[in-house]
């Protein structure tokens, strides 16, 4: 029968097996410890650029080993580390965004119609008429300009109005301002006014014009909307009467493109 240990042999026995214990626990937590230049965990991170394609090859040499960058459709797809991730945009930071070409086209078609009568009393008796004048005409606008810059077409007549004590000069115009902005969706918000102004004749002329904000898709007419002037007049003396009306309608349309699309 093997002797029984001593009460300090058995005390000296627990504390050498705790010991050995607290140093595999040690051991173990030293080695779950990420180790010094141990690769970050890789991420997808993505950046709204209208540059995107060119500023690929500027940002491939800034990653770490395993991360990629791609440009898909105005967007850098960058997959790496927070760390890097932060150094990449600090780098973007001082390289502007390069804008965009955006070409405007507006469509404006004319529609007027011109409708007379009367009834005249003359030597020869009581005569009547009536007569109808339809005219059509369409202007076509296009402007290139950088995005979120403003650009205007159109043209002039400098011409004399009367009805003052002072004739005075006054310039019309035609034409249209506007500008394009891209948004992070692909769309462009387009600010734009137009004006159509002409002389009328006896030294007086027509100002019309309308100004408006419009989400746009690439590629698509839009309708801007419509100006409709309804003109009516009679008269009547002891030599008749006269009946007139006037009817001017514009339609607007307007679309936009973007450049490489």
Known sequence: ???????????????????????????????????????????????????????????????????????????LIIRTSSA?????????????????????HLRRRAGGETAGGGVRIGPGGVSAGAATVTRQRQDDYRINTLSGHAAAIGQGTLVALTGTQYPALMSLRQGIEVRPMLTGDGRVRLDIAQRFERPAGGGTAE???????????????????????TEDSAAAGLAGADRHSERLSLPLEVKVELEGQ
């Open 1 to 75: 029968m093997p002797p029984v240990p001593s009460v300090p042999a058995r005390r000296s026995s627990l504390l050498k097996g705790l010991t050995l214990a607290l140093l595999a626990a040690a051991i173990c937590a030293l080695l779950a410890l990420p180790r010094a230049g141990q690769a970050q965990a890789l991420s997808i991170h993505v950046i709204q650029r209208a540059d995107a394609q060119a500023l690929v090859p500027v940002i491939r040499p800034l990653l770490p080993e395993g991360g990629y960058v791609n440009a898909y459709q105005g967007k």
């Open 84 to 104: 890097n991730f932060d150094e990449i945009l600090a780098a973007l930071g001082d390289m502007p965004e390069a804008p965009r070409t955006v070409s405007v």
């Open 207 to 229: 100002l019309q014009g309308a100004a408006s904000t419009l989400m746009m898709v690439p590629g698509q007419w839009q309708p801007l909307g419509a100006i409709t002037v």
